[in-house]
């Protein structure tokens, strides 16, 4: 198996080599190969997604992915710009459903904003679509408001669109996911004011048909927001729209307090996927040797369970990542008095440490 390694900018070596090192200790026969990409990439090859980048992505069966970006890239011309390296590899490997576990390990319910009993020993999914939805719709743009109180006007306008075989694509891949975890399926839409959610609400019930082992429930997105901060452990895989995801991710990592923590796996048709932590470069403390490595480790563990079939493999290092927080171990960013502060690599050789 052929894993593409592309550590990217900013904090992205320093964590990325860590995951390897991790990965290496399995006692598996990975494949691994490092490219450039993002502002690594630009300086290399003048492309944030060099070709021979975009070639070793496509030929390999997994890609670890650390973090691109750095604020020294900010006047380049958009197209030039190392988050375009995400864009573009999205697209070309037609990675369209992104899943982002937020969990919070007892150890760290205190790093939460929500009081401790509320998300402590919280494990949830969120399934976001990632290629379609009112963020590519067309037509979209500016035009002159053909009709209402308006009319005349300038009006900003976008489309809200999914295809059948798209919404049925997620649906597969958020049933699969759940058959992997609690078999429980919230499906989260606004089927009660708008057409496309109807539909999709529609489709997502055909294709529970099967998966009779999964239990569905639908939820309109405004109350699933509430529920998510209200009760978030009520939920085990949510799967939503581009638009909702987008949104409802970011709160649901929020709820953890620790962006360090949080991996995320964006996928294909095929369960070949894109790894990478939530988190971005981290500019500010890069080269320090402060980075939490956390986010990166459990993102390999992710594309041992989804990509490349390996579950125990996975549950190893998460096991693993368990114990060091048991043992005290913290990073700055997620560090409270009376705990062990540690580096990137000492969490790094920890957490190698502890796998059994
Ligand atoms: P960021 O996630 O890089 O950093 C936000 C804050 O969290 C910073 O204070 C940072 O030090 C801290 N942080 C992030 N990861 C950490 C870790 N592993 N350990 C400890 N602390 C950590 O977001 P930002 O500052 O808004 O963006 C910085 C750069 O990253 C920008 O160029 C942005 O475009 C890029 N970015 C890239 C990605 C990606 O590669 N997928 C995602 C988001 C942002």
């Known amino acids: 198996m052929k894993i593409a390694v592309l550590p990217g900018d900013g904090i992205g070596p320093e ?3 860590q995951a390897v090192l991790v990965l290496n200790a399995l006692g598996e026969s990975f494949e691994m190969e490092t490219a450039p990409v993002g502002g690594a990439g630009y300086e290399a090859h003048g492309h944030p997604l060099p070709e021979g980048t975009l070639k070793l992505a496509k030929e390999a069966d997994a890609i670890l992915f650390g973090a691109v970006g750095d604020w020294k890239y900010d006047t380049l011309e958009r197209a030039l710009r190392p988050e375009q390296a995400i864009l573009g590899l999205r697209k070309n490997l037609n990675l369209f459903a992104n899943l982002r576990p937020a969990i919070l390990y007892p150890e760290l319910a205190g790093a939460s904003t929500l009081k401790p009993e509320v998300v402590s020993g919280l494990d949830i999914l969120i399934i976001r679509e990632l290629t379609g939805d009112v963020y590519f719709g067309q037509p979209r743009g500016v035009r002159e408001c053909p009709d209402g109180p308006f009319k005349g006007q300038r009006e900003g306008f976008d489309t809200m669109r999914y295809a059948e075989g798209e919404i049925r694509r997620i649906a597969h891949v958020a049933f699969q996911a759940a058959q992997k975890r609690d078999k429980r399926l919230t499906s989260v839409d606004k089927a009660n004011v708008l057409e496309t ?4 609400k529609e489709i997502v019930i055909d294709v529970h048909r099967e998966y009779p082992d999964v239990a569905l429930d639908h939820m309109y997105v405004d109350n699933a927001a509430m529920q998510l901060v209200r009760a978030p452990k009520k939920f085990d895989v949510m799967v939503t729209g581009n638009l909702f995801g987008d949104i409802l991710s970011d709160c649901a990592a929020m709820l953890t307090g620790s962006i360090g923590m949080l991996p995320s796996a964006s996928l294909d048709a095929n369960n070949k996927g894109l790894y990478e932590p939530s988190h971005g470069s981290a500019p500010d403390i ?12 459990l993102s390999a563990a992710m594309m041992l369970r989804y990509s490349l079939n390996k579950p125990q493999q996975a549950d190893r290092i998460e096991a693993a990542v368990k114990k060091v927080l048991a043992q005290g171990l913290r ?13 990137t690599r000492e969490m790094g050789a920890a957490v190698l440490q502890a796998l059994v």
Do not use: H, S, Y
């Open 331 to 343: 990073t700055p960013d997620i560090f409270e008095a009376g705990m062990r502060k540690v580096g």
């Open 286 to 297: 890069a080269g320090k040797g402060v980075a939490n490595p956390l986010a990166t480790i």
């Open 197 to 200: 959610f109807q539909f999709w």
């Open 15 to 17: 964590i990325v080599e």
